[in-house]
């Protein structure tokens, strides 16, 4: 769009500088330049920088706030010459020139816009035609990646204890089978080198309340296993009394 608008400008400085019988001279050059030259007249811009985003920002910024040259590339001024360094974009090296006080101000006044000049243009789906569109589109489009977010979140949320005993049998096992009341989970008891730890506890009574089935369960675990190792021990030392008549009857 650049060089369109370098190539426009150019032809009409042409033409209105230019009288009528050298115009007429000029004309068939003219569009022949047009039709080689689709894309517009080359333009002389430099190379895509490579800092930074953020630092290329900074300096925009700096740029569109204060004027064209900074305090620091100043260097001198004696009320009729001014002398300061400045950047040659051809050579990539820092130059030190000095002008005249009046030279100084009219390079200066030269980045100062006409009056009612727009610096800020918009193009594409920034213009002013497509605007009440454009706001309508970005809406639906960000209602529609609202959701789309909030369905791969949904996703990727792990699921609980009960959702997954849920859907591997088909049981809620925060409902009561009886009168189909809602259990509360108020805590939750593991196993540690034989013993039941309480894991997580909603609050104090919770934690009592848990510590003393801990301890109900664990004694009647241990009952049971007692009354098995007696019951293992007697079958071990009882007498059979038919087997050793089997045994004896045998050998007579």
Same mark, same amino acid.
């Given at each position: 769009?650049?060089?369109?608008?370098?190539?426009?400008?150019?032809?009409?400085?042409?033409?209105?500088?230019?009288?009528?019988?050298?115009?007429?001279?000029?004309?068939?050059?003219?569009?022949?330049?047009?039709?080689?030259?689709?894309?517009?007249?080359?333009?002389?811009?430099?190379?895509?920088?490579?800092?930074? $985003? #953020?630092? @290329?920002?900074?300096?925009?910024?700096?740029?569109? %706030?204060?004027?064209?040259?900074?305090? &620091?590339? *100043? +260097?001198?001024?004696?009320?009729?010459?001014?002398?300061?360094?400045?950047?040659?974009?051809?050579?990539?090296?820092?130059?030190?020139?000095?002008?005249?006080?009046?030279?100084?101000?009219?390079?200066?006044?030269?980045?100062?816009?006409?009056?009612?000049?727009?610096?800020?243009?918009?193009?594409?789906?920034? $213009? #002013?035609? @497509?605007?009440?569109?454009?706001?309508?589109?970005? %809406?639906?489009?960000?209602?529609?990646? &609202?959701? *789309? +977010?909030?369905?791969?979140?949904?996703?990727?949320?792990?699921?609980?204890?009960?959702?997954?005993?849920?859907?591997?049998?088909?049981?809620?096992?925060?409902?009561?089978?009886?009168?189909?009341?809602?259990?509360?989970?108020?805590?939750?008891?593991?196993?540690?080198?034989?013993?039941?730890?309480?894991?997580?506890?909603?609050?104090?009574?919770?934690?009592?309340?848990?510590?003393?089935?801990?301890?109900?369960?664990?004694?009647?675990?241990?009952?049971?296993?007692?009354?098995?190792?007696?019951?293992?021990?007697?079958?071990?030392?009882?007498?059979?009394?038919?087997?050793?008549?089997?045994?004896?009857?045998?050998?007579?």
């Amino acid at each position: 769009m650049l060089r369109k608008y370098w190539q426009n400008a150019v032809s009409k400085l042409i033409r209105k500088t230019l009288s009528d019988w050298h115009k007429r001279r000029v004309q068939p050059a003219l569009q022949r330049a047009y039709t080689k030259n689709g894309e517009g007249f080359y333009v002389n811009a430099p190379k895509r920088s490579t800092t930074d $985003s #953020r630092s @290329l920002l900074e300096y925009i910024s700096r740029y569109m %706030k204060r004027g064209p040259i900074a305090l &620091k590339n *100043l +260097l001198m001024y004696d009320g009729e010459q001014v002398m300061f360094h400045y950047k040659d974009k051809r050579t990539n090296t820092k130059e030190t020139m000095t002008m005249t006080v009046e030279g100084f101000i009219r390079a200066l006044i030269r980045h100062i816009p006409d009056k009612y000049f727009k610096t800020i243009r918009r193009y594409g789906i920034y $213009s #002013r035609r @497509l605007k009440s569109l454009m706001e309508k589109i970005l %809406k639906s489009y960000q209602k529609l990646v &609202k959701r *789309l +977010l909030v369905n791969v979140k949904k996703a990727l949320k792990p699921k609980t204890w009960s959702e997954r005993i849920f859907e591997e049998f088909g049981i809620n096992p925060m409902e009561c089978t009886e009168c189909g009341e809602s259990y509360e989970c108020l805590g939750m008891s593991v196993r540690k080198n034989g013993y039941l730890h309480i894991q997580y506890a909603k609050d104090e009574e919770a934690r009592r309340y848990m510590g003393e089935e801990n301890r109900k369960i664990e004694k009647e675990e241990f009952q049971t296993a007692y009354q098995k190792a007696e019951k293992a021990a007697y079958e071990a030392i009882r007498f059979d009394w038919d087997k050793q008549g089997e045994i004896y009857m045998s050998r007579m």
